[in-house]
């Protein structure tokens, strides 16, 4: 079949490659209850609330979603005392990314960001035929170098992108380094702070885009419904920003690019603080068992904010995840980050945890 030829900048973009559902790893190993802490989800599942209202809405699905967002904006928006104009709603905030680069980035716009980070910035960028600028992350804490990430901007950049909490790493800003940054970047910059994990910080030293947003800096804020509200398989995350900045967003928005259920269920989910408290409490008490059941492999994972941890097993991640697969256990792998011999490990419930230490303890005893 002869087709039109493929612009160029998509030579650069590898498609992503995902990994096989559970069920089919199950099959194929012969094995049940195989657990998944490869995508920093919710191990305790979706807020109760979102699941009633999705089951009271299940019979109007027949009708298209609101192109608005309108209650979810309007609730969202009062709970976090900003304009509803400030929000914009994507399928995942991994398509505000995609707003971001359709409506910012010219072929060859440049755009700043920190290694090891979260892959979409790389793609949404490269879809646009921008080029990224990599700033590596510093030491065995991989701490953010904000001064490092200044110098890289130069007369080509338009967009900086700074994860914090930091995917795969965990590691965080500080926020008088942020607001230093934000005050001496250039003018027609902007700041995408990626928060999809913020629900999980305990640092009280950590930035809240809000504020800066308020007081007029150029940024915009990624939240998301994927990781501590479980809502993941629906889609649904957000960006906070200026008015006008979130019109530009909307001139490359589909109309019904959120759907109804998603709506649904992200509107019940806000409310439910219970929810909330207890994803957070798990968190805290997985990293507990997985910082020490590691020190006692003689492994120290990375200090995290997050609902993952990433650590240098000593060992071939490739290999670990293949043994530790054929235990039950799916992690990521380091490799993918430009770090082989780490894993990124999402705490799950204390059973999950605790299967996940025997299995690592196991495979590295034959690897190692
Ligand atoms: C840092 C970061 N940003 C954004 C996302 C994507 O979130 P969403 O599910 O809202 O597209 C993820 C998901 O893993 C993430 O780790």
Request: hydrophobic share 40%.
């Amino acid at each position: 079949m002869s087709f039109p030829e493929m612009r160029s900048c998509l030579d650069l973009i590898k498609p992503y490659v995902p990994g096989k559902p559970v069920e089919e790893v199950e099959r194929e190993l012969g094995l049940s209850g195989v657990i998944k802490l490869a995508s920093n989800e919710n191990a305790l599942g979706p807020s109760p609330l979102a699941v009633k209202a999705m089951q009271e809405n299940a019979d109007k699905m027949h009708i298209y979603p609101d192109g608005n967002c309108y209650y979810l904006k309007e609730a969202l928006a009062a709970k976090l005392k900003i304009k509803p104009e400030q929000l914009i709603f994507g399928n995942g905030s991994d398509e505000i990314l995609s707003f971001l680069t359709l409506a910012l980035i010219n072929p060859g716009d440049e755009a700043v960001m920190v290694a090891p980070s979260f892959s979409e910035y790389d793609f949404a960028l490269r879809l646009m035929g921008g080029v990224p600028y990599l700033v590596p992350l510093v030491g065995s804490e991989f701490a953010y170098d904000l001064d490092a990430v200044l110098k890289a901007v130069n007369d080509q950049t338009r967009i900086v992108f700074i994860c914090s909490p930091n995917n795969p790493t965990g590691s965080h800003i500080q926020r008088a380094d942020f607001e230093r940054f934000m005050a001496k970047l250039p003018d027609k910059v902007l700041v995408v702070l990626d928060q999809a994990y913020i629900e999980y910080v305990t640092d009280s030293g950590h930035p809240e885009g809000l504020d800066l947003i308020k007081q007029g800096y150029p940024l915009i804020a990624l939240r998301t419904f994927s990781k501590i509200y479980g809502l993941a398989g629906l889609r649904i995350g957000y960006g906070i920003a200026s008015s006008e900045l979130i019109a530009v967003l909307n001139r490359v928005r589909e109309p019904f690019n959120v759907n109804a259920m998603a709506q649904k269920a992200a509107l019940a989910a806000l409310d439910d603080d219970d929810h909330l408290k207890r994803s957070v409490q798990l968190v805290t008490e997985g990293r507990e068992t997985l910082t020490t059941g590691m020190a006692a492999l003689d492994l120290k994972p990375v200090p995290d904010q997050a609902n993952f941890c990433f650590v240098d097993t000593g060992v071939d991640s490739r290999q670990a995840f293949q043994a530790l697969l054929k235990k039950g256990v799916i992690v990521r792998t380091g490799d993918i980050f430009g770090y082989p011999s780490y894993i990124r490990v999402t705490y799950g419930t204390a059973e999950q945890n605790a299967r996940f230490l025997k299995a690592l303890e196991e495979v590295l005893a034959k690897l190692k």
